[in-house]
Protein backbone atom coordinates (compact mmCIF):
# COMPACT_ATOMS: atom_id res chain seq x y z
CA UNK A 1 0.00 0.00 0.00
CA UNK A 2 1.29 3.26 -1.49
CA UNK A 3 1.35 6.64 0.51
CA UNK A 4 -0.60 9.25 -0.55
CA UNK A 5 -0.68 13.20 0.28
CA UNK A 6 -4.16 13.92 -0.71
CA UNK A 7 -7.33 12.25 0.51
CA UNK A 8 -10.45 13.84 -1.32
CA UNK A 9 -13.17 16.04 -0.29
CA UNK A 10 -12.78 17.10 3.27
CA UNK A 11 -15.71 15.79 5.66
CA UNK A 12 -16.47 16.80 9.20
CA UNK A 13 -16.25 14.99 11.96
CA UNK A 14 -19.16 13.35 12.37
CA UNK A 15 -19.72 12.91 8.94
CA UNK A 16 -16.68 10.99 9.30
CA UNK A 17 -17.17 8.91 11.98
CA UNK A 18 -20.62 8.15 11.39
CA UNK A 19 -19.37 6.32 7.96
CA UNK A 20 -17.63 4.48 10.06
CA UNK A 21 -14.14 6.43 9.39
CA UNK A 22 -11.35 5.93 11.18
CA UNK A 23 -10.17 9.35 12.68
CA UNK A 24 -6.46 9.74 14.04
CA UNK A 25 -6.07 12.56 16.31
CA UNK A 26 -2.35 14.03 17.05
CA UNK A 27 0.14 13.49 19.46
CA UNK A 28 1.96 15.60 22.36
CA UNK A 29 2.59 19.24 22.49
CA UNK A 30 3.29 20.42 26.01
CA UNK A 31 5.60 17.48 27.02
CA UNK A 32 6.76 17.55 23.03
CA UNK A 33 7.68 21.14 23.43
CA UNK A 34 9.57 21.46 26.84
CA UNK A 35 12.12 19.09 25.55
CA UNK A 36 12.84 21.38 22.81
CA UNK A 37 12.84 23.97 24.78
CA UNK A 38 9.85 26.37 23.98
CA UNK A 39 7.45 25.33 26.78
CA UNK A 40 8.27 25.49 31.00
CA UNK A 41 7.40 23.22 32.73
CA UNK A 42 4.74 23.81 36.04
CA UNK A 43 3.28 26.30 34.43
CA UNK A 44 2.21 24.07 31.41
CA UNK A 45 0.84 27.11 29.30
CA UNK A 46 1.26 27.64 25.72
CA UNK A 47 3.09 30.74 24.88
CA UNK A 48 4.94 29.12 22.55
CA UNK A 49 2.39 30.36 19.50
CA UNK A 50 3.14 33.39 19.73
CA UNK A 51 6.56 33.45 21.29
CA UNK A 52 7.69 30.42 18.75
CA UNK A 53 5.41 29.28 16.34
CA UNK A 54 7.78 28.11 13.88
CA UNK A 55 8.13 25.23 16.77
CA UNK A 56 4.44 24.62 17.02
CA UNK A 57 3.86 24.86 13.07
CA UNK A 58 6.86 22.13 12.60
CA UNK A 59 4.82 19.68 14.85
CA UNK A 60 1.55 20.13 13.23
CA UNK A 61 3.18 19.43 9.97
CA UNK A 62 5.46 16.58 11.57
CA UNK A 63 1.89 14.88 13.08
CA UNK A 64 0.14 16.05 9.51
CA UNK A 65 2.32 13.73 7.62
CA UNK A 66 2.18 11.24 10.22
CA UNK A 67 -1.15 10.42 9.01
CA UNK A 68 -3.17 12.51 11.95
CA UNK A 69 -6.68 13.90 10.59
CA UNK A 70 -7.20 16.56 13.41
CA UNK A 71 -5.26 19.86 14.06
CA UNK A 72 -6.10 20.62 17.71
CA UNK A 73 -5.46 23.74 18.95
CA UNK A 74 -2.42 24.64 21.16
CA UNK A 75 -4.90 25.79 23.73
CA UNK A 76 -3.98 23.83 26.99
CA UNK A 77 -4.40 25.99 29.79
CA UNK A 78 -4.74 29.57 27.70
CA UNK A 79 -7.48 30.59 29.83
CA UNK A 80 -7.97 33.94 30.80
CA UNK A 81 -7.59 32.38 34.53
CA UNK A 82 -3.78 30.91 33.51
CA UNK A 83 -2.72 33.71 30.88
CA UNK A 84 -3.89 36.69 31.64
CA UNK A 85 -4.04 39.59 29.20
CA UNK A 86 -2.55 36.85 26.93
CA UNK A 87 -5.15 34.62 26.46
CA UNK A 88 -6.89 35.88 23.25
CA UNK A 89 -3.64 36.38 21.77
CA UNK A 90 -2.39 32.71 22.53
CA UNK A 91 -6.03 31.32 21.30
CA UNK A 92 -5.84 33.45 18.40
CA UNK A 93 -2.60 32.22 17.14
CA UNK A 94 -2.96 28.88 17.95
CA UNK A 95 -6.56 29.05 15.72
CA UNK A 96 -4.40 30.64 12.70
CA UNK A 97 -1.62 28.02 13.02
CA UNK A 98 -3.41 24.98 12.98
CA UNK A 99 -5.82 25.74 10.62
CA UNK A 100 -2.53 26.49 7.78
CA UNK A 101 -1.24 23.29 8.35
CA UNK A 102 -4.85 21.61 8.09
CA UNK A 103 -5.44 23.15 4.84
CA UNK A 104 -2.11 21.33 3.33
CA UNK A 105 -4.12 17.92 4.16
CA UNK A 106 -7.24 16.73 4.47
CA UNK A 107 -7.09 17.24 8.29
CA UNK A 108 -9.57 19.47 10.80
CA UNK A 109 -9.03 21.91 13.24
CA UNK A 110 -10.58 21.44 16.82
CA UNK A 111 -10.48 24.17 19.32
CA UNK A 112 -9.93 22.37 22.65
CA UNK A 113 -10.28 23.66 26.54
CA UNK A 114 -9.62 21.75 29.45
CA UNK A 115 -10.27 21.95 33.49
CA UNK A 116 -9.94 24.84 35.90
CA UNK A 117 -7.96 25.31 38.40
CA UNK A 118 -10.81 27.66 40.05
CA UNK A 119 -13.29 24.59 40.14
CA UNK A 120 -11.38 22.93 42.71
CA UNK A 121 -10.88 25.72 45.04
CA UNK A 122 -14.99 27.49 44.03
CA UNK A 123 -16.69 25.34 42.41
CA UNK A 124 -18.62 28.19 41.01
CA UNK A 125 -20.17 27.55 37.62
CA UNK A 126 -20.82 30.55 36.25
CA UNK A 127 -16.93 31.71 37.17
CA UNK A 128 -16.11 28.58 35.16
CA UNK A 129 -18.02 28.68 32.45
CA UNK A 130 -17.48 32.15 31.90
CA UNK A 131 -13.34 30.83 30.94
CA UNK A 132 -14.58 28.32 28.77
CA UNK A 133 -17.41 31.15 27.26
CA UNK A 134 -14.30 33.38 26.23
CA UNK A 135 -12.18 31.06 24.41
CA UNK A 136 -14.91 29.54 22.44
CA UNK A 137 -16.26 32.77 21.36
CA UNK A 138 -12.42 32.39 19.28
CA UNK A 139 -12.65 29.92 18.27
CA UNK A 140 -16.04 30.60 16.95
CA UNK A 141 -14.82 33.88 15.53
CA UNK A 142 -12.02 31.31 13.85
CA UNK A 143 -14.54 28.87 12.74
CA UNK A 144 -12.83 25.73 14.04
CA UNK A 145 -14.76 22.68 12.89
CA UNK A 146 -15.76 21.13 15.97
CA UNK A 147 -14.75 21.41 19.57
CA UNK A 148 -12.62 19.19 22.23
CA UNK A 149 -13.12 19.47 25.83
CA UNK A 150 -10.44 17.21 26.92
CA UNK A 151 -8.44 16.56 30.26
CA UNK A 152 -11.35 16.58 33.34
CA UNK A 153 -10.88 15.01 36.59
CA UNK A 154 -14.33 15.70 37.44
CA UNK A 155 -17.42 15.12 35.63
CA UNK A 156 -19.41 17.70 37.10
CA UNK A 157 -16.75 20.55 35.41
CA UNK A 158 -16.77 18.60 31.87
CA UNK A 159 -20.15 18.17 31.46
CA UNK A 160 -20.12 22.41 32.42
CA UNK A 161 -17.94 22.21 29.60
CA UNK A 162 -19.72 20.54 27.07
CA UNK A 163 -22.80 23.24 27.97
CA UNK A 164 -20.61 25.72 26.58
CA UNK A 165 -19.32 24.01 24.00
CA UNK A 166 -22.45 23.28 22.42
CA UNK A 167 -23.70 26.85 23.06
CA UNK A 168 -21.80 27.50 19.00
CA UNK A 169 -23.85 24.76 17.51
CA UNK A 170 -20.21 22.58 16.42
CA UNK A 171 -20.03 19.25 17.56
CA UNK A 172 -18.69 17.98 20.53
CA UNK A 173 -15.90 16.17 21.43
CA UNK A 174 -15.31 15.24 25.91
CA UNK A 175 -12.53 13.28 27.25
CA UNK A 176 -11.61 13.09 30.89
CA UNK A 177 -8.37 12.24 32.67
CA UNK A 178 -9.59 9.26 34.51
CA UNK A 179 -8.40 5.83 35.06
CA UNK A 180 -10.86 2.56 35.74
CA UNK A 181 -11.23 4.09 39.32
CA UNK A 182 -13.31 6.78 38.07
CA UNK A 183 -13.29 10.45 38.42
CA UNK A 184 -12.14 12.93 41.76
CA UNK A 185 -15.25 12.60 43.60
CA UNK A 186 -15.61 8.47 42.80
CA UNK A 187 -17.74 9.24 39.56
CA UNK A 188 -17.45 5.58 37.90
CA UNK A 189 -16.15 5.47 34.02
CA UNK A 190 -19.34 4.05 32.84
CA UNK A 191 -21.65 7.02 35.07
CA UNK A 192 -18.96 9.88 33.34
CA UNK A 193 -19.62 8.80 29.93
CA UNK A 194 -23.41 8.74 30.38
CA UNK A 195 -23.33 12.16 32.33
CA UNK A 196 -21.33 13.66 29.08
CA UNK A 197 -23.46 12.14 26.47
CA UNK A 198 -26.47 13.65 28.43
CA UNK A 199 -24.96 16.74 28.17
CA UNK A 200 -24.77 17.12 24.17
CA UNK A 201 -21.11 15.61 23.47
CA UNK A 202 -21.06 13.34 19.99
CA UNK A 203 -17.92 11.78 20.95
CA UNK A 204 -16.34 10.51 24.21
CA UNK A 205 -13.57 9.02 26.17
CA UNK A 206 -10.30 9.45 27.74
CA UNK A 207 -7.27 11.64 26.98
CA UNK A 208 -3.61 11.73 29.32
CA UNK A 209 -2.66 10.69 32.31
CA UNK A 210 -3.05 7.01 31.30
CA UNK A 211 -0.62 5.04 29.11
CA UNK A 212 -2.43 3.16 26.23
CA UNK A 213 -3.63 -0.30 28.46
CA UNK A 214 -5.17 1.35 31.09
CA UNK A 215 -6.90 3.95 29.33
CA UNK A 216 -8.67 0.95 26.98
CA UNK A 217 -9.72 -0.40 30.43
CA UNK A 218 -11.37 2.66 31.24
CA UNK A 219 -13.02 2.93 27.06
CA UNK A 220 -14.23 -0.27 28.14
CA UNK A 221 -16.22 0.62 31.42
CA UNK A 222 -17.42 3.59 29.25
CA UNK A 223 -18.62 1.75 26.65
CA UNK A 224 -20.43 -0.57 29.24
CA UNK A 225 -22.03 2.46 31.35
CA UNK A 226 -23.66 3.70 27.71
CA UNK A 227 -24.91 0.49 26.80
CA UNK A 228 -26.91 0.06 30.51
CA UNK A 229 -28.19 3.22 30.06
CA UNK A 230 -29.63 2.48 26.34
CA UNK A 231 -26.98 5.62 24.45
CA UNK A 232 -24.53 5.38 22.38
CA UNK A 233 -21.79 8.11 21.46
CA UNK A 234 -18.59 8.07 19.30
CA UNK A 235 -15.69 6.39 21.38
CA UNK A 236 -12.20 8.64 21.48
CA UNK A 237 -8.72 7.42 22.97
CA UNK A 238 -5.87 9.67 23.34
CA UNK A 239 -3.31 7.73 25.85
CA UNK A 240 -0.25 8.88 27.09
CA UNK A 241 2.90 7.56 25.32
CA UNK A 242 4.36 6.11 28.34
CA UNK A 243 3.57 2.69 30.21
CA UNK A 244 1.56 2.96 33.57
CA UNK A 245 0.77 -0.15 35.00
CA UNK A 246 1.64 1.45 38.55
CA UNK A 247 -0.03 4.62 38.70
CA UNK A 248 -3.23 5.42 41.21
CA UNK A 249 -5.96 6.96 40.66
CA UNK A 250 -4.28 10.46 40.07
CA UNK A 251 -2.04 8.88 36.70
CA UNK A 252 1.05 9.57 36.00
CA UNK A 253 1.62 13.01 37.73
CA UNK A 254 1.97 11.03 40.67
CA UNK A 255 4.67 8.94 39.61
CA UNK A 256 8.56 10.30 40.95
CA UNK A 257 9.50 10.34 37.66
CA UNK A 258 7.12 13.31 36.46
CA UNK A 259 7.32 15.32 34.38
CA UNK A 260 11.56 14.93 33.76
CA UNK A 261 12.58 11.34 34.41
CA UNK A 262 9.69 9.53 32.13
CA UNK A 263 11.60 8.48 28.87
CA UNK A 264 12.94 4.76 30.58
CA UNK A 265 8.74 4.80 30.04
CA UNK A 266 8.52 5.94 26.60
CA UNK A 267 6.15 3.07 24.38
CA UNK A 268 7.53 1.49 21.19
CA UNK A 269 6.19 2.08 18.12
CA UNK A 270 5.27 -1.46 18.08
CA UNK A 271 3.08 -0.62 21.81
CA UNK A 272 1.46 2.15 19.97
CA UNK A 273 0.26 -0.22 16.64
CA UNK A 274 -1.03 -2.73 19.39
CA UNK A 275 -3.01 -0.21 20.87
CA UNK A 276 -4.21 1.10 17.65
CA UNK A 277 -5.84 -2.26 16.84
CA UNK A 278 -6.86 -3.10 20.28
CA UNK A 279 -8.52 0.09 20.63
CA UNK A 280 -10.08 -0.49 17.26
CA UNK A 281 -11.60 -3.95 18.12
CA UNK A 282 -13.07 -2.60 20.77
CA UNK A 283 -15.13 0.17 18.67
CA UNK A 284 -13.25 3.38 19.02
CA UNK A 285 -12.58 5.19 15.70
CA UNK A 286 -11.29 8.23 16.79
CA UNK A 287 -7.75 7.00 17.90
CA UNK A 288 -4.87 9.18 19.28
CA UNK A 289 -2.27 10.66 22.03
CA UNK A 290 -1.77 12.63 24.55
CA UNK A 291 2.07 13.34 26.31
CA UNK A 292 4.65 11.54 25.48
CA UNK A 293 3.51 10.71 22.15
CA UNK A 294 5.67 11.77 19.52
CA UNK A 295 4.86 12.32 15.73
CA UNK A 296 6.54 8.39 14.89
CA UNK A 297 3.70 6.95 17.39
CA UNK A 298 0.64 8.75 15.11
CA UNK A 299 2.42 7.22 12.39
CA UNK A 300 2.59 3.41 13.65
CA UNK A 301 -1.24 4.22 14.05
CA UNK A 302 -1.78 4.98 11.01
CA UNK A 303 0.26 2.46 9.66
CA UNK A 304 -1.72 -0.22 12.07
CA UNK A 305 -5.00 0.93 11.00
CA UNK A 306 -3.65 1.75 7.22
CA UNK A 307 -6.11 -1.43 5.74
CA UNK A 308 -9.28 0.15 7.26
CA UNK A 309 -8.49 3.46 6.01
CA UNK A 310 -7.03 2.68 2.60
CA UNK A 311 -3.85 4.70 2.50
CA UNK A 312 -0.87 5.45 4.34
CA UNK A 313 0.08 8.74 5.45
CA UNK A 314 2.74 10.83 4.07
CA UNK A 315 5.48 10.25 6.47
CA UNK A 316 5.31 6.45 5.57
CA UNK A 317 7.57 6.88 2.44
CA UNK A 318 10.54 6.64 5.05
CA UNK A 319 9.82 4.06 6.84
CA UNK A 320 9.53 0.27 6.17
CA UNK A 321 6.18 -2.05 7.59
CA UNK A 322 7.12 -4.17 10.23
CA UNK A 323 11.15 -3.20 9.62
CA UNK A 324 11.09 -4.61 5.98
CA UNK A 325 13.76 -1.84 5.44
CA UNK A 326 16.22 -3.78 7.52
CA UNK A 327 15.89 -5.97 5.00
CA UNK A 328 18.97 -3.64 3.26
CA UNK A 329 21.48 -4.02 6.26
CA UNK A 330 24.86 -5.93 5.38
CA UNK A 331 24.42 -7.92 8.92
CA UNK A 332 22.57 -10.80 8.85
CA UNK A 333 21.37 -10.65 12.30
CA UNK A 334 19.53 -7.19 11.30
CA UNK A 335 18.33 -8.31 8.52
CA UNK A 336 16.62 -11.68 10.38
CA UNK A 337 15.20 -8.30 11.91
CA UNK A 338 12.64 -7.46 8.98
CA UNK A 339 9.36 -9.40 10.04
CA UNK A 340 6.54 -9.03 12.42
CA UNK A 341 6.39 -11.31 14.23
CA UNK A 342 10.32 -10.20 15.80
CA UNK A 343 8.92 -6.64 16.28
CA UNK A 344 5.72 -8.17 17.58
CA UNK A 345 7.32 -10.10 20.58
CA UNK A 346 10.15 -8.02 21.43
CA UNK A 347 10.43 -7.40 24.92
CA UNK A 348 12.93 -4.64 24.68
CA UNK A 349 15.54 -3.45 27.75
CA UNK A 350 15.83 -0.84 29.52
CA UNK A 351 19.13 -0.87 29.45
CA UNK A 352 19.08 0.49 33.44
CA UNK A 353 20.71 -2.58 35.74
CA UNK A 354 19.57 -0.84 38.89
CA UNK A 355 16.39 0.75 38.04
CA UNK A 356 13.40 -1.29 39.55
CA UNK A 357 10.02 -1.90 37.07
CA UNK A 358 7.86 0.21 38.90
CA UNK A 359 7.60 3.07 40.86
CA UNK A 360 5.95 3.90 44.01
CA UNK A 361 3.40 6.69 43.12
CA UNK A 362 4.19 9.72 45.63
CA UNK A 363 0.16 9.70 46.65
Known amino acids: MAPVSGRGTKKGILERLDGGQVVV ?155 PEGDKHDVTPGACAVKLVKAGASIIGVNCRFGPATSLKTIKLMMEGLQAAGLKAHLMVQALGFHTPDCGKGGFVDLPEYPFGLEPRVATRWDIQKYAREAYNLGVRYIGGCCGFEPYHIRAIAEELAPERGFLPPASDKHGSWGSGLNMHTKPWIRARARREYWENLLPASGRPFCPSLSKPDI
Not at 94 to 111: F, I, P, T, W
Open 25 to 179: GDGSFLITLEKRGYVKAGLWTPEAVVEHPNAVRQLHMEFLRAGSDVMQTFTFSASEENMESKWEDVNTAACELAREVAGKGDALVAGGICQTSIYKRHKDEARVKKLFRLQLEVFTRKNVDFLIAEYFEHAEEAVWAVEVLKESGKPVAATMCIG
